[in-house]
């Protein structure tokens, strides 16, 4: 986790420099465990977590906000070991302070042709609600992850609470990201008339157990309009360890958003059919 929150003070220095106003960060950005017990005795909570109080620092500093997915810890043992965990999303104000945060609703569980067997499940508890969208200096945020991705119900509930902006923070696998991760972070952006900010986890993580496959995150780390063009991207390495993380700035034009909605509105057909709430 040092690490990473090495890496995580290089990107806070790089979104400084280039004038943004908010950093937003992949998922399980303080750790990718090889198994679900490695993830277990890793997993601290945010209070006392390292990684999470050098984030806190870094967004006081800078006074910057920050968004970016932990593992917190979610039931234990009556000894008190820790037996599940939870996928978090908080928002670090730029004070410092952690003021809004969400659990993945939706885990993880796939077996993929020539990829990995993941099941997030043995290690991690569901959410079990949403986390209303809330205002930030780029706009009025709702928080979604990773997996989160493939339903678009709880998206445009999001945006029926009145979101602008969606965040899908990731770690998609390299068969599933070069099948489907534009496709998807588009087609949210498109149905709800939203900006998508989902930044990505890249390149191969830390050295599995022997006999484990080496698990490879997909990257290209994207912004897209609401119109559904992609306005910021960065590449992707599926087979190399990456030193340095980079960031991409996008400009997030609430006027877009406005506009998108006014030309195009969606007038649902909620006598037909149910409407997401």
């Known amino acids: 986790m040092a690490h990473n929150l090495a890496q995580c003070r290089v990107l806070v220095?790089?979104?400084?420099?280039?004038?943004?106003?908010?950093?937003f960060l992949p998922e399980a950005s303080d750790y990718i465990a090889p198994n679900a017990s490695t993830s277990l005795s890793l997993c601290l909570p945010a209070s006392t977590s390292p990684f999470v109080l050098g984030l806190r620092d870094l967004a006081r500093n800078h006074n910057m906000p920050i968004n970016v997915g932990i593992h917190e810890p979610a039931t234990t043992s009556g000894s008190g070991s820790i037996t599940k965990i939870k996928n978090t999303l908080i928002w670090i104000s730029a004070s410092g302070e952690i003021t809004h945060q969400y659990?993945?609703?939706h885990l993880f569980d796939v077996s993929i042709k020539n990829g990995p067997v993941l099941k997030e499940s043995?290690?991690?508890?569901?959410?079990s609600q949403?986390?209303?969208?809330?205002d930030t200096v780029i706009g009025k945020l709702g928080m979604l992850i990773c997996f989160d991705l493939r339903f678009p119900e709880p998206s445009l509930s999001l945006r029926h609470r009145g979101a602008q902006i969606l965040t899908y923070p990731s770690a998609f696998t390299v068969p599933t990201g070069q099948a489907h991760w534009e496709t998807l972070l588009r087609a949210r952006a498109i149905e709800t008339q939203s900006y998508v900010i989902?930044?990505?986890?890249?390149?191969?993580?830390?050295?599995?157990p022997e006999g484990e496959g080496k698990r490879r995150s997909y990257g290209h780390g994207m912004v897209?309009?609401?119109?559904?063009?992609?306005?910021?991207e960065l590449g992707g390495e599926g087979g190399?360890?990456?030193?340095?993380?980079?960031?991409?700035?996008?400009?997030?034009?609430l006027g877009v958003v406005e506009k998108v909605r006014e030309e195009m509105p969606l007038a649902r057909r909620t006598d037909v059919y149910p409407q997401v709430l």
């Open 224 to 232: 897209v309009d609401p119109w559904g063009r992609v306005v910021a």
């Open 240 to 253: 190399v360890k990456l030193d340095i993380g980079e960031i991409a700035v996008a400009d997030i034009d």
């Open 103 to 105: 659990h993945k609703l």
């Open 13 to 23: 220095q790089k979104a400084v420099a280039a004038g943004a106003k908010a950093l």
């Open 130 to 134: 949403l986390t209303e969208p809330f």
């Open 198 to 208: 989902a930044a990505a986890q890249c390149g191969v993580h830390d050295a599995p």
């Open 122 to 127: 043995q290690s991690v508890e569901p959410g």
